[in-house]
T-cell receptor, first 115, second 114 residues
Framework: GAVVSQHPSWVICKSGTSVKIECRSLDFQATTMFWYRQFPKQSLMLMATSNEGSKATYEQGVEKDKFLINHASLTLSTLTVTSAHPEDSSFYIC???????????FGPGTRLTVL | SQKIEQNSEALNIQEGKTATLTCNYTNYSPAYLQWYRQDPGRGPVFLLLIRENEKEKRKERLKVTFDTTLKQSLFHITASQPADSATYLCALDPLGAAGNKLTFGGGTRVLVKP
């Protein structure tokens, strides 16, 4: 299957700083990418839909000014957590949709810890 | 309200036996349902997709059923092996095929003992 990578795989930052997470589709072009958040022992919660060349669509309750998403190319989407706080500590996972079958391929996730 | 429910209790099973997991949903009309495997600290890995007009799908030792009347999918792992130990997530398209969005259940952890 297709491969999606994320960078970094883990990051520790101080409260108030911003963190950028990259999501790349390595062997296919993804016009749509999704960003999820997963807290310990909980399921994946969709945060936003990222479409190449247009603004991201955020799920209800997700602050778009806090979680900035940029999908500048067909193989790269970035999620920037601005002014991070300890409650933002979580496992962030992206997925890319591969046309034409529209199957979703998930990245390995990024563990964010905010001190 | 809309819900996707999976048994939150871990399923402990002896090697060689069949593990059966349940996914029930409420107030959705999905066009398809998917099952994923997730290992600790990793992203989900796609296993199977079953469409609303399909009753059953198989892939190697895995079998999925989909009953749109009962609003339930069953996921079976036959001849289970310790390497099958993981959390299994069901997911459906909340908009009924109008896009690729997925909504996930809480997952069921499976532990296969040798």
């Amino acid at each position: 299957g297709a491969v999606v990578s994320q960078h970094p795989s883990w990051v520790i930052c101080k409260s108030g700083t911003s963190v950028k997470i990259e999501c790349r589709s390595l062997d296919f072009q993804a016009t749509t990418m999704f960003w999820y958040r997963q807290f310990p022992k909980q399921s994946l919660m969709l945060m936003a839909t990222s479409n190449e060349g247009s603004k991201a669509t955020y799920e209800q309750g997700v602050e778009k000014d806090k979680f900035l998403i940029n999908h500048a190319s067909l193989t790269l989407s970035t999620l920037t957590v601005t002014s991070a706080h300890p409650e933002d500590s979580s496992f962030y996972i992206c997925s890319g949709v591969q046309p034409p079958v529209n199957e979703q391929f998930f990245g390995p996730g990024t563990r964010l810890t905010v001190l | 309200s809309q819900k996707i429910e999976q048994n939150s209790e871990a399923l402990n099973i002896q090697e060689g036996k069949t593990a059966t997991l349940t996914c029930n949903y409420t107030n959705y009309s999905p066009a398809y349902l998917q099952w994923y495997r997730q290992d600790p600290g990793r992203g989900p890995v796609f296993l199977l997709l079953i469409r609303e007009n399909e009753k059953e799908k198989r892939k190697e030792r895995l079998k999925v059923t989909f009953d749109t009347t009962l609003k339930q999918s069953l996921f079976h792992i036959t001849a289970s092996q310790p390497a099958d130990s993981a959390t299994y997530l069901c997911a459906l398209d909340p908009l009924g095929a109008a896009g690729n969005k997925l909504t996930f259940g809480g997952g069921t952890r499976v532990l296969v003992k040798p």
